[in-house]
């Protein structure tokens, strides 16, 4: 059977090794460093009189907020499942290591000066961050059910038509979306949403054994999720145009943010047998007021304007996930591991559309309304089609991906200690199975 | 027993969303963004030639490395429980987020301008983190013994307290606490304390089977331990008035710290049978020099000065863990789960201590050392007072705290996952006393 | 069997407390605050018409960026051994912060004003930072079969001999080394294989029951990895003299460690069994790249030069830890319990090395690449000779080291706390071995 051809022995590594040295050769083509000096383009935004470089060093502590969510936020967010901790922060620092690399890259060409190059700035910096957690939310969707090689190419895949969306977006609508809700979090939800249809999996229906948390794992997503809660201000702040809507996009986001804890807390506790909470909502739906205030805010929308867009998206999120998470698997063929769709995805849209109003009651001067829903409507569509295309390509039956037995069991993709003696049993257990997929 | 009706499913969503939107509606009211210029009632100090809008975004790091240790410090040092992990860091992040909202207007309310409002700038939001840093000192002691509803309510009052023993200590008695030995620390730790003694446990004076760690939770601690320890200059020196002052804080508190560090594990392999070293110490004493250098972090102490603070604190702070800690509990009622008065009590009076010597010796220009000895007794004073009447209000049978046998236990309140077959005893045993519980 | 009397109760409070004490004196006699304003000695690099106050706070960031390095980073990557997090994470604290003190005196003492003082100022926080670094590189080489006593007495001589090398580096040769690969990386990577080589122990020659990861154990590993990372950018930008240059040190090691995880994980799956992943390759190959690159960081080496550079530090580490650490143990009796030569030792040469071939290329003004090679030699050359002198100090059999039987477990150092039941068998198995190490 071709499709279980698990061994990564060959594939991977030269996987890896061409695109990094392809890398490499359009760095060395197209990439200089930064001067400080503003090309041409104007691809440096924010205070004009402010020299670059100072600009540069001003938002490093900003970018390395970014950073942390990046790689110890998401990365640890999906350690929760019982044994695909390494899977989870180690596949994640693959992804986002290279997705950087080639972030920058589909970005930077957009926007190439007179000699045919472009400049590595903060700001390139942070946005090749950005373009990674397009990437990461999906991975999200397919958590535990796909390959190294398969999520490679997804990578490569995604973040090139991330950034022809974010071209069309920001640069020929014009669309105001400082914090991603539509470009980053709709368009990673729905495109890993795609792929995930793609890559359905009717055996595992009925889910699977592994498909869980067990005390500590869940501990550890909780690292994942209270860094990705504090850093969202910088998040969504990072590249607003002036100080003034830098710090306002700060104060919005933590109000935001604060407020989603509550509704978030109070939903899972109503839904949840006898009133307790459950894991899975704090870990996620305390985010959604961080995703859904994105577009909105360097707005003006006021404090208070900010806490009810955090209150709405931690409920929509909890409730989702504890309702509509089934019923997408169920009916739709879409199986969600880590719920992106409640994280992400609603909440990504809620914050378009926020977006809209707020601009439509000019909150945010030279804002077009229309604009921003047709911002709206071309990340979703470019996410639908693009996740589509991918998960076809993904469904090939030549990149190792696990058989349903081997789902989210970090043992088929990497050496796993073995435990003390008392769980023996359960790995022995588990190499059974191992030896069916490599069979 | 009504006492023991720990199903919060109604309870605790319409607290919780009950105070939230009214939370929203005083936002709604009286708080409106920075635009960088200063109040009449002038509450932004520092550098009066700086422009505010800069000030906030140059202070922003600070606050972030003080959200740090609210949410990932404070969170995970109290996950050293076995089975309490899930409260420690989650209740912690409720808590929080909306302390943080609350103590914003607490505090704001007191300096409201002629239009009726207040300003949100960065330095509210690092008072705002501050005064939810009392509720979590508190929550230490009480920790394992409360409900979330009890602990919302502890939220409201303590926070509302505080805000007014912080503006009679700063802006009545005009008395300096730059790093809040005083008000956060000692006030924090000795209400609770307070709180602690009305909610006194006979049955739980032998001690319980899950007041205790396991190895992995005493590692999850140490994560709390470290971010607490490396980003305390921040917290000592974020709201000092000049940069000169903020630099001599941020020194004092690092060189307090490092010293502290030798003195913990000197003493804790002292007093230890075979001069082992002892994790809760460490998690703990090694951050009692931060707080007794707290109240004179930004006077002209000498580095060697407040080294030879923090070699004290890190003495008197072990020692209480070892020989106090059991006086406390065995003779005067007070059952404190993480030895707060060892950590935030005694170092913070230490602190105030220090801050009245330095400032009788000249240390702070302007200072006056019986406004200093003042500041001591109405923090200590609100914070037993309003401690005792807070317990009293918490000990109504109404709120669902835990009876004796489910303390320190996530699973009362929370969806704990299974564990592997090798603990199902356990956990039956578990659920069983659960059975009891909500019978 | 005095030389396993490894009872500390009286040992190490003594030492501990006699170092404390002394350094305290030491800073009372020639610390001094910083005003701002450069000594004759000129010891502030950087921008001359920065206000020395204002450059103090801009740093502060990046100050703390390192301190999470040394403090989490290096912490939590040691506790990948099952049995060893507490004093991997905790011995890591005692060190870092009593070396932080000792190393601030002793580059200090190299620098004193015309008044016999010296300044704390921010570039000496993290020149204090970075000499606990090559403590904690050696500490890797090492973990497990050493005595806190021991890595005390181990800290004072390995950085009063860093200092010595450093002055010599910088102020004599005039080399540079903005990211510190000779003088850290290398320096402590050798200076520990020659104490390795000091204490080898015969009786491990067939490797340790606890020489060895759990799940948990590798996932708490990653927290260090992943911090160490995302902030290499800061260790190798902070001391860089001009902002042009901190930011081109910034970008350098960005994409040199991003391209690093590339060829770390290409190559372990390459060389593992199955083109499996594994997990102590990926906790330390893909760090590789941000020693490699920290000579020439802030050199004008083009983006794509750095990305060479980060390339081949990962394919050279991982293939270091697969095929070479086992023929130093087992030919030249070298037990390196981290791998530090794979991560510090040849990547810390290579860097060294680009160093010399950069700055041979002009990529440097001012630089000789005759200065850089002799910089080189003399860090190793300091490293070898400190380094053998220093374990002969500490195989003196008073200084309480574990026998054999007890390497690798924290409870002969520590109080560990009893597990679950089921784990009752092991645990009893401990204790005996432990009661032989106290027979």
Redesign the interface.
């Known amino acids: 059977m071709p499709a279980y051809a698990t061994?990564?022995?060959?594939?991977?590594?030269i996987l890896?090794?061409t695109?990094?040295i392809i890398?490499?050769?359009l760095?060395?083509v197209f990439?200089?460093?930064?001067?400080?000096h503003e090309d041409s383009h104007g691809d440096t935004h924010g205070n004009s009189t402010e020299d670059g470089?100072?600009k540069?060093?001003?938002l490093?502590?900003?970018f390395?907020?970014v950073?942390?969510m990046i790689?110890?936020g998401f990365?640890?967010l999906m350690?929760f499942l019982?044994?695909y901790?390494?899977s989870s922060?180690?596949i994640n620092?693959?992804l986002a290591?290279?997705g950087?690399?080639w972030g920058m890259l589909m970005q930077g060409l957009w926007h190439l000066n007179p000699e045919g190059k472009f400049k590595?700035n903060?700001l390139k910096?942070i946005n090749a961050d950005f373009s990674t957690a397009t990437v990461l939310i999906s991975f999200g969707a397919v958590l535990g059910k796909t390959s190294?090689v398969q999520l490679l190419i997804m990578t490569v895949l995604e973040i090139t038509i991330f950034a022809m969306n974010e071209h069309l977006v920001a640069t020929v609508l014009k669309a105001s979306d400082v914090g991603a809700s539509m470009i980053i979090h709709a368009y990673g939800a729905y495109f890993g949403l795609a792929v995930a249809r793609m890559l359905y999996r009717p055996g595992l229906r009925d889910g699977h054994d592994n498909e869980?948390?067990?005390?500590?794992s869940?501990?550890?997503a909780?690292?994942g999720t209270?860094?990705l809660?504090?850093?969202w201000p910088?998040f969504n702040s990072a590249i607003a145009e002036s100080?003034?809507e830098?710090?306002?996009a700060?104060?919005n986001t933590?109000?935001s943010?604060?407020?989603c804890?509550?509704?978030a807390?109070?939903?899972s506790?109503?839904v949840?047998?006898?009133?307790?909470?459950?894991?899975v909502h704090?870990q996620n739906a305390?985010l959604a007021g961080g995703v859904a205030v994105g577009t909105c805010a360097d707005m003006?929308i006021?404090?208070?304007g900010a806490?009810?867009i955090g209150?709405v998206a931690g409920i929509i999120s909890t409730l989702g996930f504890k309702y509509l998470t089934p019923i997408l698997a169920a009916n739709l063929g879409i199986q969600d591991t880590c719920g992106v769709h409640n994280l992400h995805g609603m909440p990504g849209i809620l914050g378009g559309l926020a977006g809209i109003v707020a601009v439509a009651m000019g909150k945010k001067k030279e804002g077009n309304a229309a604009m921003q829903a047709a911002a709206l409507a071309s990340s979703i569509g470019f996410a639908l089609i693009g996740g589509a295309v991918t998960g076809l390509i993904m469904r090939l039956p030549v990149w190792g991906q696990p058989p349903d037995q081997n789902c989210f069991d970090d043992s088929i993709?990497?050496?796993?200690?073995e435990?003390?003696?008392?769980?023996e049993e359960?790995l022995a257990h588990g190499d059974h199975s191992k030896n069916k997929a490599?069979a």
């Open positions: 061994n990564m022995r060959l594939k991977f590594p890896a090794l695109l990094e890398t490499i050769i760095f060395a990439v200089v460093y930064d001067d400080g470089m100072a540069n060093l001003r490093y502590p900003m390395q907020d950073h942390v790689f110890i990365g640890f350690t019982k044994r901790g390494f922060v180690g620092m693959l290591g290279f950087l690399q590595v903060m910096m190294p869980g948390s067990v005390y500590h869940d501990l550890f909780m690292i209270v860094f809660w504090m850093f910088s100080d003034a830098q710090f306002t700060v104060v933590y109000l943010l604060a407020t804890v509550m509704s807390y109070a939903i506790s109503l949840e047998h006898k009133g307790k909470l459950d894991m704090i305390t003006d006021e404090p208070f806490m009810m209150l993709y990497w050496e796993v200690p435990e003390e003696e008392e769980n359960s490599e």
